[in-house]
Every structure is written in C-alpha cells, then in structure tokens.
C-alpha cells in the first residue's frame, strides 16, 4: 500500500498536476494540505474520476487539508482533538481496512509558526504538543498508523540548505526541533529516514531567487509510521520532478510503501 503526502499550495490551481501525478504513480492513499478551498471549491469530479474518494476539510482561501484513497475509509477525524475552538482546517484522519489489520492515516498542516516571538510560534509548538499528545492515544492501539504530512520542521541542519539564513526561523528553533524529536522518540520511524539515513532529501523549493534551480531546499514534509508501520516498510520516494512541472507547488510529494500482505 502506497501513502504519499503533499502540500499541493491550492488545489484549484494545481488540479491538472495533482490528476496526472495520481493518475502516473496511482498512490493507495494521499494526504494533502494547503488545499486553499472549501469543499465545494475542491476539484472532486476530476479526483473521483481518477478513483480516488475524499475527505475534505477546506477553509476559504488558505490552510485545508484533503485525504484521497482508493479504498473506502472511514473518517476518524476532521481535526486536531484537544482544542474544540481550533478553527483553522490543519487535520483529517481516517482508517482504512488491511489484510493485515487496520491502517490510520493522519494529514497535518502544521502551523508555520513565524515570526517567532510572537503568538504564532507560540501556537505552533501548542499544537505540536496537542500532536504529542494524539500520537499517544494512536500508539496506545498497538496498530499501523501514518501521521504525513507539511510539520513546518527542518529536523536537523542537513534538512536545510543554509542553517545560517535559516536561523531565526520558526522552521528551524531548537523548540521546533525539540517537539519533532519528541514524537520521533515516542517510538516512530520517520520513513525517509528510514532509508536514507543521511544527505539531503529536500521536499520543498521557494519560488523566490530561484531556490529550484539553485537547489536551495528544505526537508520539511514527513511521513512519521508507528512500530507497526514501520515493520512493514519496503520503499520510500520524493517525487522531486514534480517541481520541475509547469505552475507547481513549492512542495513535493513524498510516499511509502507498507507491506501490508497477511
């Protein structure tokens, strides 16, 4: 089972991308944030075309987030618990059943968090902690759970292409760092990593002073796996062309595969 994730930077925009990516590498399930549409908004025909079903929690004109599967799921979540006030659209779970077992896949859109010092690095890292908190209540199933996803979190200075510039940035603060790292030791296997344990595997390029043509990039999309996820992964893929394509996103699409046979 193929489970990829991608910050698309508007689906209405991107459509054409997003339907000849799905049709070309025919993912099991897809998480996708900064949707930047509400539902009736979201290209659902041309998604349901290409066999996906959908989740969509949309926002007007930014945030949103979307999962895609072939297979029927059952939506667990439309947002983060912990915060019943949290209006903006950062979250969708759901579970989706296996010969092995159920799956819950997870799509975050974490906040960004700049500039720091202010109260939005202070939700930022409220809201790693709310995460924190969830992969907890998941990891206490003892079943395979995802949590993809855009976390806003370069995880170390490999993961950025200059630390310096980057040094005030909320992307980059040791509490920013420190949170991710607190998930990770929760038990959970980030899947790049997995199989790439060293190097740059950059998931983002801006769009200003030609950051992708320089190759100036970020790691900051992940794919966080449970103990039993993670015994079941065979591969791992950035799709990096994807930001070579004609109007892209900023961001790549980043996938696994799990063995997920009986």
Request: proline content about 6%; glycine content about 8%; aromatic content about 8%.
């Amino acid at each position: 089972m193929k489970i990829a994730t991608w910050n698309v930077n508007s689906v209405r925009k991107r459509t054409g991308n997003l339907i000849s990516w799905l049709e070309r590498t025919k993912p099991d399930i897809v998480v996708l944030q900064e949707i930047k549409a509400q539902e009736p908004q979201f290209p659902r025909l041309e998604v349901e075309a290409a066999g996906y079903k959908v989740a969509i929690v949309g926002q007007k004109g930014f945030n949103g987030v979307a999962l895609l599967s072939l297979h029927p799921f059952d939506v667990t979540a439309r947002a983060l618990p912990g915060h019943a006030d949290d209006e903006p659209a950062r979250y969708v779970e759901a579970r989706v059943a296996t010969p092995c077992g159920p799956l819950t896949v997870g799509g975050i859109y974490l906040p960004n968090g700049n500039p720091i010092g202010t109260e939005k690095f202070a939700y930022k890292l409220a809201w790693m902690e709310r995460l924190l908190g969830h992969a907890r209540e998941l990891l206490a199933r003892e079943e395979m759970f995802v949590l993809g996803g855009d976390y806003n979190v370069c995880p170390t200075e490999v993961d950025v292409y200059d630390p310096k510039a980057f040094a005030d940035d909320a992307l980059c603060q040791p509490e920013s760092r420190a949170a991710l790292r607190k998930l990770l030791n929760l038990g959970l296997t980030d899947a790049v990593r997995a199989f790439h344990a060293d190097g740059e595997c950059y998931t983002f390029w801006d769009y200003q002073a030609g950051a992708w043509q320089k190759d100036n990039g970020l790691r900051i999309d992940h794919l966080l796996l449970s103990p039993q996820a993670a015994d079941r992964l065979t591969a791992v893929g950035i799709d990096k062309a994807e930001r070579g394509k004609t109007e892209p996103s900023d961001h790549v699409p980043v996938w696994c595969e799990l063995d997920v046979a009986a």
